[in-house]
């Protein structure tokens, strides 16, 4: 009997062998052939091309996504801690794979809770900028590895950039900056807790949160991640409560061409720009053109040849 045991026993163990070495394998040969995250230390993102009058009022914004990149040490403490209470807890001491998380993910989720996401920024970083979006295990085992290497290549705070600088936030916002301005009219400096907490509800789904679409579900993912900031010790009980009793208060920023009386000008100076420097330069450029034209003069010359 005991032979015949120890007989399975190898069997058993030989077979575990094989399987973990065939695992191994395979793994090996993904991470042969993943993308250079050394890109990354180049990243320059395309960003917008303001049109300015000569007293400085803004005319118009050309860009085929709202971004403005914003450097990480220009990024308010309560931004922050708002997405990582929201998106990844433990940022600062996981290696880019943060297991605790998963287990608390998993089991958050099976108890029907909130929804809570399994990936770190880091591992959002490697998808967004170097990986497809496919729901697979094999992506997900190349992000895992790519997480690894961009936590040795780069600093905390150079992934916590990328990663704020790159998110979709909704309405064609990438970044933290230009969604600032879309759902807030504001800088990201000028954003108070329960704004920043907004922005940070978004990156599960912008359009599930949409704030007047679905306005109450919003509010709710807005204030779990106020709670959020409460437990993590970012605010204090005070102003959790003051926070959650906010109104939403999405103010959606004016888009197109902002000087009405300009709109004529405004294509002019497009066409001469993309003449002079290529369509790319106006849409990802990030160019700042001050023009000539009075915003006052335009008005009095409009409202003079209605009048006759």
Excluded: C
């Excluded at 091309?49 to 914004?61: F, Q």
């Excluded at 309405?171 to 879309?182: D, N, P, R």
């Amino acid at each position: 009997m005991i032979r015949i045991l120890g007989y399975f026993f190898g069997i058993g163990t030989a077979l575990a062998l094989l399987v973990a070495a065939g695992i191994a394998i395979y793994v090996s040969d993904l991470a042969d052939d993943l993308p250079d995250y050394e890109v990354l230390a180049k990243y320059e993102p395309p960003v917008t091309t303001r049109i300015h009058a000569s007293d400085g009022v803004l005319m118009a914004e050309f860009a085929r996504e709202r971004r403005l990149f914003l450097p990480i040490k220009a990024v308010p403490d309560r931004v922050k801690a708002a997405f990582l209470s929201a998106e990844d807890k433990n940022f600062f001491s996981h290696p880019g794979i943060d297991v605790t998380g998963l287990a608390r993910a998993a089991l958050s989720n099976l108890r029907g809770g909130s929804t809570q996401g399994a990936s770190t920024i880091t591992q959002q970083v490697a998808k967004n900028f170097l990986l497809s979006n496919e729901r697979t295990y094999e992506r997900k085992i190349k992000e895992a590895i790519l997480s690894l290497r961009i936590e040795q290549a780069y600093t905390k705070d150079r992934i916590l950039e990328l990663y704020l600088n790159e998110i979709f936030l909704g309405f064609g916002s990438y970044g933290i900056a230009g969604a600032a301005l879309t759902y807030f009219d504001k800088s990201v400096n000028e954003l108070n807790i329960p704004e920043a907490a907004y922005l940070a509800a978004l990156p599960k789904g912008p359009n599930n949160y949409h704030p007047f679409k679905h306005t109450e579900r919003a509010l709710e993912r807005r204030n779990w991640v106020i709670g959020q900031m409460r437990e993590n010790g970012y605010i204090s009980a005070q102003e959790a409560a003051d926070a959650i009793a906010a109104p939403l208060g999405v103010t959606p920023r004016r888009s197109g061409t902002y000087l009405f009386a300009g709109e004529y000008f405004t294509e002019e100076v497009r066409r001469e720009i993309i003449e002079r420097y290529g369509v790319d330069a106006l849409y990802e450029g990030g160019l700042s053109v001050r023009t000539t034209i009075d915003p006052k003069m335009q008005v009095a010359a409009r409202k003079a040849l209605q009048n006759g």
